[in-house]
């Protein structure tokens, strides 16, 4: 039986106890080497996943960022048309302006020259009616004249007209009336409204009357044409 002491012995139940050591010393390794692989492998998928779900927002985002730039180029586009459109049609309208402006001064100019005349209507209508009224006045003053004269009333009815009544044209019946309405127009003219009984040259008295404006003359001649009419309305 070998010694303990034998150095032989003590060497190869060191290099047994070596060989044995650095078995477990292996087989511990060993295992840590595997739990370190797995976490390893586990921390690795976990940011792997973190990472695609990161990836995959960020894609939905860049998608809808995409669609909204898509929308705003499209919107630019339409109104980059709209404004070449608006650009070709304003030389189109700043001509239809400038024709209204000038059909617009050409109104006013009209307007003024209107009102212009309308208030040279006005005075000359003005004027004209205070002559007429003037003329009137006159008859007026001078009817008593012509009452006593001429056996002629003179009476101023509505419109601005005069009547005239002659009387003692037929003896036998001194109060039967002869009678013409007078008025006097915008022109300042006189005309012959109306005459009882009818006169053949009333009408070319009335025209005298307007040539020569001469009034009493001419309510002279139509008293003398009453007389005639009925010396020859009862000689028949």
Do not use: W
């Amino acid at each position: 039986m070998a010694s303990i002491k034998d150095p032989d012995v003590v060497e190869q139940f060191s290099s047994k106890l070596e060989e044995i050591r650095t078995k477990l010393l292996k087989q511990a390794m060993g295992e840590a080497m595997n739990e370190a692989t797995a976490q390893f492998c586990q921390g690795h998928k976990q940011y792997m996943k973190s990472v695609l779900d990161t990836c995959v927002k960020k894609c939905k985002e860049d998608e809808t960022m995409f669609e909204t730039i898509q929308a705003y180029s499209e919107d630019l586009k339409a109104k980059h048309s709209v404004m070449k459109e608006k650009n070709a049609e304003c030389p189109e309208i700043s001509e239809e302006i400038e024709d209204k402006e000038r059909h617009k001064e050409l109104l006013i100019e009209k307007i003024e020259k209107l009102k212009q005349e309308q208030v040279k209507s006005r005075e000359l209508l003005h004027s004209q009616n205070k002559a007429n009224k003037d003329r009137l006045k006159n008859l007026n003053k001078t009817k008593d004249i012509f009452q006593e004269r001429l056996s002629l009333e003179i009476r101023k009815i509505q419109g601005e007209k005069l009547q005239f009544i002659f009387r003692n044209i037929n003896h036998e019946n001194p109060e039967s009336a002869y009678t013409f309405l007078l008025r006097i127009n915008e022109d300042g003219v006189y005309q012959i409204v109306s005459c009882d009984p009818q006169l053949v040259q009333m009408g070319y008295l009335e025209r005298r009357l307007q040539e020569t404006n001469n009034f009493s003359a001419f309510l002279a001649n139509v008293r003398k044409e009453f007389v005639a009419l009925h010396n020859a309305t009862k000689t028949a």
